[in-house]
């Protein structure tokens, strides 16, 4: 349920909804990774963003992810 839940976070948030654009287009920018990592005792999340990353909005997507996720269920049945 843990690993599940990882692959789940930044699927969408209330906020920023599967629909929003730059939720969409996050993870494609070059240069950015977001990875995600489970363990037995932790979950483990880290970004990289090229210099000229609008940080402060890619701060506000990821806390949304943490604060708010969504998980409903057409996110669900893709991830499964």
Same mark, same amino acid.
């Given at each position: 349920?843990?690993?599940?839940?990882?692959?789940?976070?930044?699927? =969408?948030?209330?906020?920023?909804? $599967?629909?929003?654009?730059?939720?969409? @287009? /996050?993870?494609?920018? &070059?240069?950015? +990774?977001?990875?995600?990592?489970? =363990?037995?005792?932790?979950?483990? $999340?880290?970004?990289?963003?090229?210099? @000229? /990353?609008?940080?402060? &909005?890619?701060? +506000?997507?990821?806390?949304?992810?943490?604060?708010?996720?969504?998980?409903?269920?057409?996110?669900?049945?893709?991830?499964?």
């Amino acid at each position: 349920m843990s690993h599940f839940g990882e692959h789940m976070m930044f699927q =969408s948030s209330e906020k920023y909804n $599967y629909l929003y654009p730059f939720t969409n @287009n /996050f993870y494609s920018i &070059k240069g950015n +990774d977001l990875k995600g990592k489970t =363990s037995d005792s932790y979950q483990l $999340y880290y970004i990289d963003m090229p210099f @000229n /990353f609008n940080y402060e &909005k890619a701060m +506000d997507v990821l806390s949304e992810a943490f604060r708010h996720p969504l998980y409903s269920p057409e996110l669900i049945k893709n991830e499964i």
